[in-house]
């Protein structure tokens, strides 16, 4: 499920913008078909266009580098 945070809108194939440590703290991301809401930090999302979480974990099993919702939940 992947959670996109964008500075602002993109439109037919515009630039991409992302956020700096510098212009926010935290992200707060609610998931209503869950009733969830998750906490992500500043080192997380900064200089990043997305990021994406998962709330089930991959059939092959991976884990290695994969956000899971139950670690970010608030």
Do not use: L
């Not at 700096?20 to 991301?29: L, R």
């Not at 998931?31 to 089930?56: G, L, N």
């Amino acid at each position: 499920f992947p959670v996109t945070i964008h500075k602002k809108p993109i439109k037919n194939g515009g630039r991409r913008w992302t956020y700096s440590i510098e212009e926010i703290d935290v992200v707060i991301a609610y998931f209503p078909r869950y009733d969830k809401f998750c906490w992500f930090e500043v080192s997380m999302i900064a200089d990043k266009t997305a990021i994406t979480v998962r709330f089930e974990k991959p059939a092959n099993g991976q884990v290695k580098g994969i956000h899971f919702v139950e670690d970010y939940e608030w």
